[in-house]
């Protein structure tokens, strides 16, 4: 068997380049771009044993397959302008096989490697060249209006074509494990179909793109192909399957479905794997046990993949302080029975008037803390962080005072915003740092049953880090565990009102979690000392104001 | 600060330090001056205007909560309140126009031993995830003892006037009595009770809001009330 091999391979340069100018070439006459490639191509297939590269073939494995299976290097068949045509040609012409003549669709990529695929609309697609199909991605990433400085591709292909492979690859072990060709190259050179489809695809689009790839970027262009087969094997696996929650009901707010749907659709068919471009995935015969997956004959298929294309920006992330200067907002989306509480909310505020300058699908608002909804937000504004998803674009610097300037100029001046900036993933950790620990100082409007004295300005500012006990209040009680919390008032300080004698102003600073209210009226004596219990008579709280929030990092 | 009878060349460099100095100088002081500047905005906002203001505003309990009475519940005398928060949480107790409050001296102890257990010792725990069950509170009829309250002439049975779960009793009640007589209508409350909305619907439908109380009260014999603020 090896020495027909080698005879081929020893016959002569003339024969070579009559094979190239006679396998199709008539519409290129004259250019001579593909020559080089041809030529690689032709040498390339010179060095396959030809008898297994005629079983191959026999049994539908198409060309590009046949070449990877071998170790063949990559730029020799995935240059593009190579195309699927002309390669099969070479193919047949150097081991003299002779194809029924149809397209068929390979039994081992389903067609992936011959850039077929069934689209969303159901209808089949082939196309020759991977140029095309980066045409195809880049047309997609400039109709949605993305403005990337790179992108990262990955691919998922079903589980049915891992399966193919591994009989094919088993069957041929079994029959000439011994020979050189396949020690030396199927079993430890062997790419997988989804490293060729990303090196095939890869450069084109960074040209038609203009931006390099990159393993990790914030732009994914995402490739999912399942198989309508596949998926009836694996639906009941996939039963148990975590779906991700998706509606309004986790503060999503949604201003395109599409692309989250999609990918639920995704997890439904059979278990893919994705890879990202570096790293080529391992060969399948040094990992799998073989006796799970022998199967041969491969069946022949007649159905395509279907072949879906996702392309997103990861989360970006924006924080800053907010004000809230009405005592009728409420911090999130508040909806009782389809009735809104409050006339608007902070988050709804900023999250609609920047979500449109990234022109992203959805937002998330996250906030170190809350207020109630009569409670104003003043002083040094409260942090948040804003979650932008799939945004088209990363506000600049200048985009972000403008948002700025623009919800602080609302006219009806409910809500502002300080230090807005666009910031890494590590926002979450400097919000979550910040939240339990930091203390908060409020303002509270408080009355008492009788005239306030100067020994009670006094007594009130000499407590510092006074010990209460709170009991959780009763207007909470309905949905929160009853605990008795212990908190801490750092210090408190009057505020004599001009012209009342029983209204003050009680400034303090508290521990985060003390329920303020409470601490006032004393909650039917469940929050012990109390400011009536300090003073000795009634109290109660008109209006309170948190006018800090102390967090170093925002 | 420079001297400056220095050669040229040496004078150079502390001039620019000096600007520097200044610069910074100018710069912490508009700092200051921002600062004072925000803190003084910020103080306009936190002023109220008194003329908006009532004299003597409502109470925490009249704003927050909805109040209906119970005239002679289970016995001539026996005036119990029921506030109800918004959130379903009824309040429940002693009405300025109870009996108890008649005795010389007032009330003087109340034992929440009472029925089948002590009231006094239940500790409700648990998480809950709906509002109808409230991990291991028991679940009383409208008409349960409560707890037994006494004067120095006699004692009263005090029931839940609500059918619920039983959240919490106020137990410092046990120490201190007195509350009672100072202030039935907060700090002496007795209990607190979950209703579930149907219950609610049911009991409140025999309840009296404040202005029929008064009413029904004054009908009878005029009570004065021992309560004031």
Known sequence: ?554 | MVDQAHKPEETAVPNNLQQHHKQDEEQQQSVRENAEYEDEELHKLLVPDITQLPLTPPSSVESNFASYFAPDFMKPGNDQYVYRHPNGLCVVGLASTHSAFKDKGGVSAVDFNVGKSDRSGMKVTGKRKKASSFGNAQHFESNTALCKVCTNDDSYIIRCCVKGSLLEVNERLIKQPDLLNSSADREGYIAIIMPKPADWLKVKSSLLSLEDFKKSREAGSILPSHNSS
């Open chain 1, 1 to 554: 068997m090896s020495n027909e091999v080698e005879s081929a391979q020893v016959s002569d340069a003339t024969e070579v380049t009559q094979l190239s100018s006679s396998a199709g070439m008539e519409s290129h006459a004259g250019s001579c771009d593909e020559e080089i490639p041809l030529q690689l191509l032709n040498d390339a297939v010179r060095s396959l044993p030809y008898h297994v590269v005629k079983d191959l073939l026999s049994i539908g494995v198409c060309s590009r397959c046949v070449l990877r299976i071998f170790g063949t290097e990559d730029h020799i068949y995935c240059h593009p302008l190579l195309s699927q045509s002309m390669i099969r040609s070479i193919l047949e012409e150097v081991t003299g096989f002779k194809s029924e003549g149809d397209f068929q669709l390979c039994s081992v990529c389903l067609g992936i490697l011959q850039f077929s695929y069934c689209d969303g609309k159901e209808e089949m697609v082939k196309m020759e060249s991977p140029n095309d199909m980066a045409s195809t991605i880049s047309e997609l990433v400039k109709t949605e209006g993305h403005q990337i400085d790179g992108f990262s591709l990955e691919v998922s292909v079903p589980q049915l074509i891992l399966e193919n492979e591994s009989s094919l690859l088993l069957g041929m072990k079994k029959r000439d494990g011994s020979e050189p060709w396949f020690q030396e190259r199927v079993l430890s050179k062997c790419v997988s179909v989804k490293d060729v489809l990303k090196i095939a695809i890869t450069k084109p689009l960074e040209t038609l793109l203009d931006v390099k790839s990159t393993s990790s970027g914030c732009f994914r262009i995402r490739l999912t192909y399942t198989h309508k087969r596949a998926s009836d094997n694996y639906v009941e696996k996939n039963q148990g399957f975590k779906r991700r929650r998706i509606g309004t009901g986790n503060g999503l707010h949604n201003v395109n479905d599409e692309t989250v749907i999609t990918s639920k659709v995704c997890s439904d068919y059979s278990t893919n794997e994705t890879t990202s471009v570096t790293g080529r995935s391992s060969n399948i015969l040094q990992d799998q046990d073989p006796s799970e997956h022998f199967r041969m004959p491969i069946d022949k298929v007649s159905e395509p993949c279907h072949l879906v294309y996702l392309c997103y920006r990861t989360h970006i992330y924006l924080c800053g302080r907010y004000l809230k200067y009405s005592r009728n907002v409420s911090q999130t989306r508040w909806i009782i029975d389809e009735e809104r509480m409050g006339e608007a909310s902070v988050e709804e505020v900023i999250g609609s008037n920047i979500l449109p300058m990234c022109r992203g699908d959805n937002y998330k608002f996250h906030a170190a803390g809350r207020e109630d909804i009569d409670v104003r937000m003043l002083g040094s504004g409260r942090p948040f962080l804003l979650e932008i998803q799939n945004a088209r674009q990363v506000p600049s610097e200048e985009t972000i005072k403008e948002i700025e300037l623009k919800i602080n100029c609302l006219e009806n001046k409910l809500v502002g915003v300080k230090n807005l900036k666009v910031v890494g993933s590590q926002g979450w950790t400097l919000m979550r740092e910040g939240e339990a620990e930091k203390q908060k100082q409020y303002c509270a409007l408080v009355w008492i049953s009788r005239p306030l004295e100067d020994e009670d300005v006094q007594s009130i500012s000499l407590l510092n880090d006074m010990q209460i006990l709170q009991k959780t209040p009763i207007r909470v009680l309905h949905r929160r565990s009853p605990l008795e919390r212990q908190k801490i008032i750092h210090w408190m300080k009057i505020e004599r009102i001009a012209g009342s004698s029983q209204y003050f102003l009680l400034h303090l600073c508290t521990q985060a979690g003390t329920y303020i209210k409470e601490f006032v009226h004393g909650d039917f004596g469940r929050t012990q000392p109390s400011i009536g219990s300090i003073l000795g008579c009634r109290a109660e709280i008109m209006q309170l104001d948190v006018t800090d929030v102390k967090m170093d990092s925002f």
